[in-house]
């Protein structure tokens, strides 16, 4: 009661105004979720880290193209003879946003503090063994082995200042297990081109210009009004209406009323991430399964013949409005190991199918659960729906199981599903990625996503290779002959990659970001 | 109040045996006050029809909703009474974006919205008064329990216990049977999260009932407990338990719809209305129209002529309102 | 009457208690906590230290204790999701849920009171009959549709109000408040409006309903006889007699309001308790969860207390025995 009266004064000349309508410079940028943490090494997740990086920044930073670009770092390279340690050279006179200058020494803390215990960043440093400051702008980092693709983990990975994290008591990334709070949760200090002025969790977050940042062009940009809105309707509501400028997660449904709409633009463009279904391997009869005495899906003329009966452009065409690139493998274009062969999916065959199915011994099918997320992809409920339908129609009666993410998570992790839907992001541009979680034989750090239990000694072997390979061509070469076993095999069921969608205002453009980071840095104003 | 004067000139109240209640509600003011009403008329008219195009969905309706594999994708989207662009299926009320029939599905999930609706009302109904009599009529350490348990089902929002239910039923339920268990764990889940308002009213209205000089008469010439609870107590309460009970009913079907917008409901390829109408509000700004509307009418005809029955049965169950 | 007083206090204390088993209980069950702390690619021995770090690899009962141990104090840890103290994440939403239940209830309570006593005192009239009738229409909606549709239609089409969130806010001490800029007035309405329709509607028809009932009984009846005027008749006595019920209804239905304010915060992204809760439940985030379960279960219990004795003041008969010792 005493604080309100006491306040209550300077309070109400301190009142904060909404900003009414844009000016050329301020962007309300609205997206579904807000940012976890603004700790820059607690959380390993896309939303997270598209809001950092306007504040943070990377050694290295990758373009719309996917390919590698110089950021904090200005050059890298193996040390020469010693292929397990990579060299970085560091951009000059740049400052944190209170005025301290950026050294090698920022870059070893962050690096040090990203793969500390407490950090979720950890996994992408597990193969540095140290981290050197060589003099005031070269760093090295020594690994293990030879990694000749580490750099690629070094995109999402922000620099923080030694001094101000040392000052302000947030050495190690907080843990919350034991009820920390932590300065570094609520407050920043980095090189980025854009100062945190304020921030209410799940409400708004106000971005202004830094001044005094390195890149030689400024920001159009001068402002972000950053508004979390997680209800589709409202967020599509609130552009249509003009309370804000861009819309992040547009529903595919909208695209085409948001584009119809005078004053609004959509941009869309592929996601480097990949949605598919994954089964059950192994000899042992499915839980949710009829057949009590055998698996069915182990049969690989039962996984022909589930792949002959979905109708990837069907579900293109009309559950994702032409959204999606449906693909015949479980990888996105932009990874290292794509090729177009493997792209390539075959023809709906029912009558085939159903052959296939017959010969297999279930002339009458068999019955099986699908778990679907409802909430984590892009109509990833109506995806499985349209799924259920096309595999009935060759007798296989599948009984849907859909729920939020939270609760599907665990029983892909847990390997307690028969039959799942997931969707598969690849953020180090290589095929490595997507064989060491979903191909490999689950066991230790390998194979956390192979749900289904697939497993196949003499790829686990070849896939082990690939991490300490510097020959790239020879790597290149297993990462095509794993692929090739992957596809026979039919360990995966890829049904597409998926596209992203922004809207705006149409004096805005905003160029879609690959890996749905979008940066406010790359808006231009007409 | 303190003149309303004693004992019961009531009609009875509907007694459960339905031929004995059929026979004197013809005799009776009741079916009058319904002739002489057109509104109540036209609400029984389309209750009656909802319910028996929900009862006889399976022979009546063009196609098999919850058939999945009788669907075809191509046909998503088609407006009203048009023919699909790639096969010869027609739909009255257009598909949704499985292609599935609108109209089909209505009638399947009527079904299912009553279903639930229904008995996960008469749940709570029984649990409520049988708790709320209790606890009124006896006071006490009984009502001080019984109250204290009310009062802790309603610091719960229902949506919060059905949660709540769901997620225990998914630590019990092998994962094999969930599906199937999905409607029954909603009826339970809805039922148990309505109670609450249902005992705290029968028990307000029983401590009124209680201190007047009928039921102390009873009381003295050692009339039983619960007969005394039956025959002078319920009767008299009844009214305020069909206000709740209708909006009750309503209330039941539209939260099973909120359920169903939060993700936890029936499954998606068995919807019922509220599941329609959670799908068909993704489809409000781009222009498909039908999948959001005809489910929506149908749910609020049907939340709306039951409402209007429970209106004119309370009147005309209070013979001093006429 | 302070001994009723101070039994009612130790048995909302063992409600409190109970509630609290409950919420934690329902934790135990809804999905994975850990699943909502970690990116997709974290690993499994990863998850493994995690589990171990926040105590939920420890039998139940002592991660109940320390749940209670904690709550007693205020103290809900750190929300697994944003990572900041619970306590105060609730109190800085809890303004904005206030001020739209406030708005909600008052708006519901007033135009559901005359609402009612209008249709009770004009019963057979064309103006009652549309009232009745919008109004069961308008209980008969899912309350997402009808803020979808507000939205749709105000929003949207018109662009008369937003559609989101609070617009301006004045911050008076730790409270923030919308009440003082126009933006944030022209915020509230569309919730409140949508957040009110239902409870409007019950209090309406109550009122209704116990105004046709007293204004049969022989009281008022007499009091017409007495030659007392019309409007003296109608709120010196009928209403003043519908006042029990109104009051039970009404209380139990500002704790309500704050409970369904949770779709009706979702729908318009109003920055309170309510969508903080959602939007926890949706990532399983334990502390605020259990917290936020505790808070409603306060304010009911507190309501609750209030009504009862409310009943005392209104209704001198039930003083003798509720507050004496049962029969």
């Known amino acids: ?526 | 109040m303190t003149t309303q004067d004693s004992p019961t000139q009531h009609t009875p109240a509907p007694p459960p045996r339905p031929a004995g209640w059929l026979k004197r509600a013809l005799d009776s003011d009741m079916f009058y006050s319904w002739r002489r009403s057109p509104v109540t008329v036209v609400a029984t008219v389309v209750a009656l029809a909802l319910i028996l195009m929900a009862l006889f969905a399976p022979l009546i309706a063009p196609y098999n909703p919850f058939d999945p594999s009788s669907l075809n994708l191509m046909d998503g989207f088609t407006p009203p009474a048009t023919k699909a662009a790639f096969t010869d299926n027609w739909f009255l009320m257009g598909a949704d974006h499985q292609g599935r029939d609108v109209l089909s599905s209505i009638m399947y999930g009527s079904r299912i919205s009553l279903l639930v609706g229904v008995l996960a009302t008469l749940l709570a109904m029984s649990l409520g008064i049988a708790l709320g009599l209790t606890a009124g009529y006896n006071g006490g350490v009984i009502d001080a329990v019984i109250m204290r348990i009310a009062d802790i089902q309603l610091s719960f929002p229902a949506i919060l216990i059905a949660l709540l239910i769901f997620g225990i039923a998914r630590g019990v339920i092998p994962a094999s049977q969930q599906e199937n268990m999905a409607i029954w764990v909603l009826i339970l889940a809805i039922g148990l999260s309505n109670w609450a308002q249902f005992a705290r009213t029968v028990r307000g209205a029983t401590m009124v009932e209680r201190e007047k000089d009928y039921v102390s008469a009873a009381r003295i010439m050692g009339v039983h407990p619960i007969l005394i609870l039956i025959r002078h107590i319920l009767p008299n309460v009844l009214g305020p338990v069909l206000v709740i009970g209708t909006i009750g009913l309503a209330l039941a079907i539209i939260e099973e719809a909120t359920l169903s917008y939060l993700g936890v409901g029936v499954p998606p390829t068995q919807p019922s209305l509220g599941t329609l109408i959670r799908i068909g509000q993704q489809f409000l700004f781009s222009g498909e129209w039908w999948i959001l509307f005809f489910p929506g009418v149908t749910l609020v005809l049907l939340a709306l002529s039951v409402n209007l029955l429970g209106d004119w049965l309370r009147d005309a169950l209070n013979p001093r309102l006429r | 009457m302070l001994a009723f007083i101070i039994r009612r206090l130790a048995q909302s204390l063992l409600v409190m208690l109970v509630v609290a088993l409950i919420s934690f209980m329902m934790f135990r069950y809804v999905g994975d906590p850990i699943e909502s702390m970690v990116g997709v690619e974290t690993r499994l021995e990863d998850r493994e230290a995690m589990r171990d770090r926040l105590g939920l690899n420890d039998p139940v009962p002592m991660q109940f204790l320390r749940f209670v141990g904690n709550a007693v104090q205020g103290e809900f840890g750190i929300s697994y999701r944003l990572q900041q103290p619970v306590t105060e994440l609730i109190l800085s939403r809890l303004p904005a849920t206030i001020e739209l239940a406030f708005t909600s209830a008052t708006l519901a309570l007033v135009v559901g009171v005359v609402l009612g006593v209008f249709t009770a005192l004009r019963p057979k009239s064309f103006m009652a009959a549309g009232v009745m009738g919008a109004s069961l229409v308008g209980v008969s909606l899912p309350t997402f549709l009808i803020g979808i549709g507000l939205i749709y239609v105000f929003s949207v089409e018109l662009g008369w109000l937003p559609s989101f969130g609070r617009g301006a806010v004045v911050e008076l001490g730790w409270w923030r408040t919308g009440f003082l800029t126009e933006s944030g007035v022209k915020s509230l309405i569309l919730p409140a409006i949508t957040l009110s329709l239902f409870q409007m509607t019950l209090i309406m028809r109550l009122v209704r309903a116990e105004m046709l009932e007293v204004m049969r009984t022989e009281y008022i009846r007499f009091a017409r006889a007495r030659g007392l005027t019309r409007r003296a008749v109608n709120f010196g006595h009928a209403l003043r007699n519908t006042l029990v019920p109104v009051i039970t209804i009404t209380g139990l239905q500002l704790g309500s309001v704050i409970a369904f304010a949770i779709v009706t915060e979702t729908v318009f992204q109003w920055p309170g308790v309510g969508s903080l809760f959602i939007n926890s439940v949706q990532v399983v985030d334990v502390p605020v969860m259990a917290a936020y379960l505790l808070f409603i279960a306060l304010v009911f219990v507190i309501i609750n207390l209030v009504v009862d004795i409310l009943y005392y003041v209104v209704d001198p008969r039930l003083r003798v025995d509720g507050g004496g010792s049962g029969h």
């Open chain 1, 1 to 526: 009661m005493k604080t309100i009266l006491t306040h209550l004064g300077v309070a109400l000349m301190s009142t904060t105004m909404m900003v009414s309508a844009a000016s050329a410079e301020t962007i309300r940028w609205a997206r579904a979720s807000d940012a976890m943490t603004l700790d820059p090494h607690s959380q390993n997740q896309g939303v997270t880290h598209t809001f950092a990086h306007h504040i943070y920044e990377t050694l290295l930073d990758r373009d719309v193209q996917g390919t590698l670009t110089p950021r904090l770092a200005t050059e890298w390279n193996l040390k020469d003879g010693d292929p397990t340690t990579w060299v970085f050279k560091l951009r000059e006179g740049v400052t944190f946003h209170d005025g301290a200058a950026f050294t090698a020494e920022d870059v070893v803390f962050s690096l040090d503090r990203a793969r500390s215990a407490k950090s979720n960043m950890r996994q992408l440093h597990a193969d540095v063994a140290e981290v050197i400051a060589v003099d005031d702008l070269t760093v090295e980092v020594k690994m293990k082995g030879p990694s000749p693709l580490y750099p690629n983990n070094l995109t999402n990975t922000f620099i923080m200042d030694k001094t101000w994290s040392e000052a302000n008591n947030v050495i190690e990334v907080q843990d919350y297990a034991a009820g920390e709070d932590n300065y570094a949760v609520r407050n920043t200090n980095g090189t980025g081109p854009y100062i945190l002025q304020s921030r209410e969790v799940d409400v708004r977050s106000v971005l202004t210009a830094n001044d005094k940042h390195w890149a030689e062009t400024k920001p159009a940009v001068t402002e972000i009004i950053y508004l979390p809105i997680s209800d589709n309707a409202t967020r599509v509501a609130a552009l249509l209406s003009g309370e804000v400028d861009i819309v992040q997660d547009v529903p595919v449904q909208d695209i085409e009323r948001l584009s119809g709409t005078g004053g609004i633009k959509v941009e869309t463009g592929p996601e480097n991430r990949v949605i598919y279904f994954g089964y059950k391997f192994g000899d042992a009869p499915l839980a949710s399964s009829d057949i009590k005495d055998r698996n069915p899906i182990n049969d690989p003329r039962v996984r022909e013949a589930m792949e002959l009966a979905v109708d990837r452009d069907a579900i293109k065409q009309v559950v994702m409005r032409g959204q999606s690139i449906p693909t015949g493998v479980a990888t996105p274009p932009f990874v290292n190991g794509w090729t177009e062969e493997l792209d390539a999916y075959p023809a709906v065959d029912l009558e085939k199918a159903k052959a296939l199915l017959t010969e297999a011994g279930y002339p009458n099918g068999f019955s099986i659960t699908l778990n679907t997320p409802n909430n984590r992809y892009v109509n990833d409920e109506a995806i499985s729906q349209a799924v259920v339908g096309m595999l009935g129609r060759i007798g296989i009666k599948v009984a849907l199981s859909s729920l939020p993410i939270t609760q599907h998570s665990p029983l892909v992790m847990n390997s307690t599903t028969d039959f799942y839907m997931l969707g598969w992001g690849v953020p180090t541009f290589d095929s490595a990625y997507v064989f060491n979680d979903l191909v490999h034989t689950k066991e230790g750090n390998y194979g956390a996503y192979n749900a289904g239990l697939y497993s196949n000694p003499e790829l686990d072997e070849k896939i082990r290779s690939l991490g300490s390979e510097t020959d790239l061509d020879k790597r290149n070469a297993t990462i095509a002959e794993i692929w090739k076993v992957v596809k026979e095999d039919r360990v995966l069921l890829p049904i597409h990659n998926q596209v992203l969608t922004y809207a705006m205002k149409d004096n805005i453009t905003l160029p879609v970001h690959p890996e749905n980071q979008p940066r406010m840095t790359s808006v231009t104003l007409d």
